[in-house]
């Protein structure tokens, strides 16, 4: 299938790569290199055909985060944010879904987590809250944020139609953003706090995942969210792995102080470049086959099954966890050029272990995913 996102992305690529010193330094993506990017559909990938949506497949999409995360990682993890939350657009009603992702240049991020208070009030709620992890926020157009219905008191106290956890969406202009995204790696997502103060959110502005039916069938909406953005994590981390790769060849023709040899002549990094490389394409071919398995299924009308979901999991932690190694290898080898902020080996080397530390993928995923095949009882809500 012809992905014409792709193409788009990779026609920008090299013009994003120059830009990603900059891109650090600034703490957040520059507007025009947002502006870039927008018209390749990268930050709405999961918008259904109904409502304009660029026309990807599943895997088509993470090879586009892949792609943009090899030329810069701060840029792949913006549109990771941007298209994961474009998934909620099949479960708006047509007013809302319309007004937030009906045009080609609507962006949408936010954090699901319920640390908002929403009271319920005529015609909807009114909301107060704060949320970290922020990424991309500061160039959306709305912004949503997961809340907890609450009485009088600040109590949880769901609505009398079961209203509980709604995840709503605010204009970008009621979101007030806290520049307190001060972090080892990904600086470049801008991924701070941002806090509302008392803003109503008209009835139906807001979705609530994985507890009220899809508004639009397709197969994004019978895909697993947490599968797919746990995947998009996975894909942003391969590309960075990638690009480490690429950064260690471009440094191989150098001599390590006190050594006759370049890095290229010497069989320890030779080896590793070899692990490297095995590393990122098995991971990829394991993603790939996942994830293929699982839209073949949403395109049939299915929804995944309980082991679709926990390989989705499993492949992403274990991909995001290979290309954090590899980088760790080329980082290494690398010697002292790599430990400069000048050199993109060590950019390569902050970013995939801040992605690493992204909840959909942690070390800590293993655990579970591991106790369901020796049938130990599981909670499979968080597939």
């Not at 259904?48 to 949506?53: R, V």
């Not at 298209?83 to 954090?111: C, H, M, N, R, W």
């Not at 922020?134 to 139609?161: L, N």
Request: proline residues 5%; aromatic residues 8%; glycine residues 10%.
């Amino acid at each position: 299938m012809e992905n014409p996102v792709l193409e788009g992305v990779q026609r920008i690529g090299p013009a994003i790569a120059a830009r990603s010193s900059e891109i650090e330094a600034n703490r957040t993506l520059p507007a025009d290199v947002v502006d870039l990017i927008r018209p390749t559909g990268a930050f709405r990938m999961y918008v259904p055909d109904d409502l304009g949506g660029p026309r990807v497949t599943a895997w088509g999409s993470l090879e586009v985060l892949e792609e943009l995360a090899f030329h810069d990682g701060a840029s792949g993890w913006c549109a990771m944010i941007g298209s994961t939350s474009s998934l909620t657009s099949s479960y708006l009603p047509d007013q809302y879904a319309k007004e937030i992702f009906g045009g080609a240049d609507a962006i949408v991020g936010g954090f699901a987590m319920p640390r908002g208070k929403a009271t319920v009030v005529d015609g909807g709620l009114r909301v107060t809250g704060r949320w970290a992890w922020g990424s991309g926020s500061r160039h959306c157009t709305w912004v949503g944020g997961g809340c907890r219905v609450v009485d009088e008191h600040g109590e949880p106290s769901a609505r009398d139609d079961g209203l509980t956890v709604p995840f709503v969406f605010f204009p970008a202009a009621d979101v007030e953003f806290v520049d307190n995204w001060h972090v080892s790696g990904l600086k470049g997502t801008g991924s701070g706090d941002y806090a509302v103060t008392d803003v109503f959110v008209p009835e139906g502005r807001w979705v609530q995942m994985g507890r009220d039916p899809a508004v639009r069938n397709n197969p994004w909406s019978s895909f697993s969210f947490f599968g797919l953005l746990a995947c998009g994590v996975a894909a942003c981390a391969m590309g960075i792995g990638r690009r480490s790769i690429t950064e260690l060849i471009a440094l191989s023709g150098k001599k390590p102080q006190g050594s006759s040899r370049t890095l290229a002549e010497r069989a320890a990094v030779q080896a590793d470049a070899a692990v490297a490389e095995a590393k990122l394409n098995s991971a990829w071919a394991y993603l790939r086959q996942t994830v293929t398995d699982a839209w073949d299924s949403a395109v049939a009308g299915s929804d995944p099954t309980v082991e679709q979901k926990r390989q989705l999991r499993l492949a992403a932690s274990h991909a995001t966890l290979e290309a954090a190694e590899a980088t760790k290898l080329m980082y290494t080898a690398g010697g002292g050029d790599a430990v400069y902020a000048t050199s993109p080996l060590q950019r390569c080397f902050r970013d995939v272990f801040v992605a690493t530390q992204h909840a959909m993928v942690a070390p800590r995923t293993f655990e579970a995913l591991g106790a369901m095949p020796l049938g130990r009882d599981s909670d499979t809500s968080w597939l």
